[in-house]
């Protein structure tokens, strides 16, 4: 008897569910627009680097000059035991978006 009373509550539960399934609609995250510049300091930094790891990334902002601007990154790589940091600036023609210089600074922290 107790288990046609567990059938019975399980076939009540299941026919009272909702016919639907509410979901949560997820827009796909939006794109940074440093990210091409992330890209090139990146590719960048490991044609400078061929031997090392890159590790971490960090965007430090940009600064706006009269016709350009420069975006900062940050990058930490590893080669072999040896970690270390390296200051990505990457200057380009604001309208253009024609790169005008790279520059990179190592850093021990």
């Given at each position: 008897m107790r288990k046609t009373f567990i059938?019975?509550?399980i076939?009540?539960?299941?026919n009272s569910a909702p016919t639907y399934i509410p979901t949560i609609a997820h827009t796909p995250p939006e794109i940074p627009a440093y990210a091409k510049w992330g890209k090139l300091a990146i590719k960048e930094t490991?044609?400078?680097y061929p031997n090392a790891t890159i590790i971490d990334y960090l965007h430090e902002g940009s600064e706006s000059r009269k016709d350009s601007t420069i975006e900062k990154f940050k990058l930490w790589l590893k080669d072999g035991d040896h970690?270390?940091?390296v200051f990505v600036r990457i200057e380009y023609t604001t309208e253009t978006e024609k790169v005008v210089t790279i520059e990179f600074e190592e850093t021990s922290r």
């Open positions: 059938a019975l509550g076939i009540i539960t299941v490991q044609s400078k970690e270390f940091g």
